[in-house]
């Protein structure tokens, strides 16, 4: 089944303590992405990644680091979590970026 | 920057009835236009989305959206809602000189 997958689902961690939110797709899809969900604000973008090892940011960085060594997969990295990063997190992908983009199922964080 | 306006928080209709949701978007040019649905809990889904050519877009779930370039708007709308239409819809842009960047509206909580 095409899919995109996001581990963990819930994350309940403190301030500072590095954490990594892992996405994988099956798709051989070339575009992936991260989104953070806010009430109110909606989706906003934290980076994207056009190939493997080409990524850039959104308009939402701060905070966040990314890589993307394989195709498949593109990890989330906040290296000192803060409450402010509370939210609800999607990763994406799509076949190129312009195109349908499918969405995991999202992995809410709480950061306290 | 860019940015995507969806003026209505709620809206309730009953089943069977006529719907349009609206979004607006601030840029110059046609930008690629995308509306997705977030059921309770899931991720996002595309419905359509328009890049060029007819301005009026058919979609799935008997979903479809007009882009009028005077009024800058890309409105969704459906002829008659069924009750599992009830979900969260969000109005997307593609970055007119970055097609790897997206802005989303802040959604539409749509009750049936």
């Known amino acids: 089944e095409a899919q995109v997958t996001q581990n963990p689902r819930y994350l309940i961690t403190v301030t500072g303590k590095k954490l990594t939110v892992t996405c994988s797709q099956n798709m051989n899809h070339e575009y992936m992405s991260w989104y953070r969900q806010d009430p109110g604000l909606g989706l906003r973008q934290i980076y994207y990644?056009?190939?493997?090892?080409?990524?850039d940011k959104g308009d939402v960085p701060e905070g966040y680091k990314v890589s993307r060594k394989e195709k498949r997969n593109f990890p989330l990295i906040l290296e000192s979590p803060s409450p402010n990063q509370t939210s609800l997190y999607f990763c994406?992908?799509?076949?190129?970026?312009?195109?349908?983009?499918?969405f995991g199922p999202g992995t809410r964080l709480t950061v306290l | 920057a860019q940015s995507v306006t969806q003026p209505d928080i709620h809206i309730t209709v009953s089943e069977g009835a006529s719907l349009e949701l609206r979004c607006n978007y601030s840029y110059g040019a046609t930008p690629y236009l995308f509306w997705y649905v977030q059921s309770p809990g899931q991720g996002l889904q595309l419905l359509l989305k328009y890049f060029s050519g007819d301005t009026l877009v058919q979609g799935i779930k008997g979903f479809e959206a007009e882009f009028k370039r005077s009024q800058s708007s890309f409105n969704l709308r459906k002829p008659s809602v069924h009750w599992s239409d009830a979900a969260e819809y969000f109005c997307?842009?593609?970055?007119?000189?970055?097609?790897?960047?997206?802005?989303f509206g802040s959604g539409t909580k749509l009750n049936v």
């Open positions: 997307a842009v593609g970055a007119l000189y970055n097609f790897n960047k997206f802005y």
């Open positions: 990644s056009m190939n493997v090892e080409v990524t």
């Open positions: 994406a992908s799509s076949l190129v970026s312009y195109n349908e983009q499918f």
